[in-house]
């Protein structure tokens, strides 16, 4: 079996390493094998801003004021919100409710794991 590395660019078969790189002689892309590796095993994971798994069901904490379109006031930051449902490919990647506001989508980006 064959130990060539494809590059992630452009798949080209034709890859060498330098220093602790790897390099594509076709699109002259860089890369660490290392970080590589990693971002696949995290890939399709949702992560929370402090870089913890998100799954179905989860309770989650806000972490800043969001502005609400529509709304009058923002949704607090130390706001609870329990029961959240991922939806993977979204900007907006979690659905959930919220007390005095109702159904609405948040990123993952703006709640920590409760």
Not at 67 to 77: D, N, T
């Amino acid at each position: 079996m064959s130990d060539t590395v494809l590059c992630p660019k452009c798949s080209s078969e034709f890859t060498y390493p330098s220093d602790n790189m790897m390099v594509c002689s076709q699109c002259f892309y860089e890369w660490n094998p290392e970080e590589t590796a990693s971002e696949v095993a995290n890939e399709g994971k949702i992560l929370d801003s402090n870089g913890n798994e998100l799954q179905d069901g989860d309770s989650v904490v806000v972490v800043k004021d969001l502005p609400v379109k529509g709304a009058p006031k923002p949704v607090k930051a130390g706001t609870k919100v329990k029961n959240i449902r991922l939806r993977p490919g979204s900007d907006h990647n979690i659905d959930c409710k919220i007390d005095g506001f109702g159904a609405m989508a948040l990123k993952s980006e703006f709640v920590k794991k409760a």
